[in-house]
């Protein structure tokens, strides 16, 4: 399938199977391309958008890059809401609490890759584009499916700061504490005409109206 700006449209209506509740929507990506994402009421993801970059994680993490298929012919645009079962899978690695229905706290969208948190506070998951370091990957991979990034993580031995929300910009991946104070960046996060900065403020605003920060 070609890549190019002219094969992704850019105005269209997404669709949520009528059986899905949503309760938190996301959007992002850059200015040819661009992805969303909503958690449901029973905790699950579902992704929809621009999939060429791999953003929105629709491989097993065994497959690697090239075990990617696309899923369902090879398709890089959905219009329709899809259940992403990969990020689940990875996730449940990481849980301690059996008792842990809802394994994912928080959601980030950049330009074209995509992080989500674990409801443990400590693990992220990051996938798509990684060529510029923003999947918190020491391999930067040219496109992953859904893994845990180490450097965007937290240690359970060594880090005592819980991460209480993930935010995307761009080339760019940060994760943030309970005040929303940075903790870890990945990435091309220059602050050029203040896209970190602007980032962070509109994550901190999104962050305290979804009950992910402390209210000032």
Same mark, same amino acid.
């Given at each position: 399938?070609?890549?190019?700006?002219?094969?992704?449209?850019?105005?269209? /209506? =997404?669709? *949520?199977?009528? #059986?899905? %509740?949503? @309760?938190?929507?996301?959007?992002? !990506?850059?200015?040819?391309?661009?992805?969303?994402?909503?958690?449901?009421?029973?905790?699950?993801?579902?992704?929809?958008?621009?999939?060429?970059?791999?953003?929105?994680?629709?491989?097993?993490?065994?497959?690697?890059?090239?075990?990617?298929?696309?899923?369902?012919?090879?398709?890089?645009?959905?219009?329709?809401?899809?259940?992403?079962?990969?990020?689940?899978?990875?996730?449940?690695?990481?849980?301690?609490?059996?008792?842990?229905?809802?394994?994912?706290?928080?959601?980030?969208?950049?330009?074209?890759? /995509? =992080?989500? *948190?674990?409801? #443990?506070? %400590?693990? @992220?998951?990051?996938?798509?584009? !990684?060529?510029?370091?923003?999947?918190?990957?020491?391999?930067?991979?040219?496109?992953?499916?859904?893994?845990?990034?180490?450097?965007?993580?937290?240690?359970?031995?060594?880090?005592?700061?819980?991460?209480?929300?993930?935010?995307?910009?761009?080339?760019?991946?940060?994760?943030?504490?309970?005040?929303?104070?940075?903790?870890?960046?990945?990435?091309?996060?220059?602050?050029?005409?203040?896209?970190?900065?602007?980032?962070?403020?509109?994550?901190?605003?999104?962050?305290?109206?979804?009950?992910?920060?402390?209210?000032?």
């Amino acid at each position: 399938s070609s890549s190019s700006s002219s094969s992704i449209p850019h105005s269209v /209506t =997404l669709f *949520l199977p009528p #059986n899905v %509740k949503a @309760v938190r929507g996301y959007v992002g !990506g850059l200015s040819d391309s661009g992805h969303s994402a909503i958690l449901d009421s029973s905790g699950n993801l579902w992704v929809a958008g621009c999939d060429r970059w791999q953003q929105l994680g629709l491989g097993s993490s065994q497959g690697g890059a090239s075990g990617y298929t696309w899923g369902d012919g090879g398709k890089i645009w959905r219009t329709e809401f899809t259940l992403n079962p990969y990020v689940n899978e990875v996730l449940l690695k990481f849980q301690t609490k059996k008792q842990d229905q809802h394994i994912i706290r928080d959601v980030a969208l950049g330009g074209d890759h /995509t =992080l989500v *948190l674990s409801s #443990n506070q %400590k693990d @992220v998951i990051s996938f798509g584009k !990684g060529g510029e370091g923003q999947l918190g990957l020491s391999s930067k991979p040219f496109v992953s499916a859904p893994v845990r990034s180490n450097q965007l993580s937290s240690s359970s031995n060594n880090e005592k700061t819980k991460i209480s929300m993930v935010c995307a910009v761009q080339h760019c991946s940060m994760t943030l504490d309970e005040n929303g104070q940075l903790l870890k960046k990945a990435g091309k996060c220059y602050n050029k005409q203040n896209m970190v900065t602007d980032a962070i403020k509109a994550c901190i605003k999104r962050g305290t109206k979804d009950g992910l920060l402390n209210k000032e």
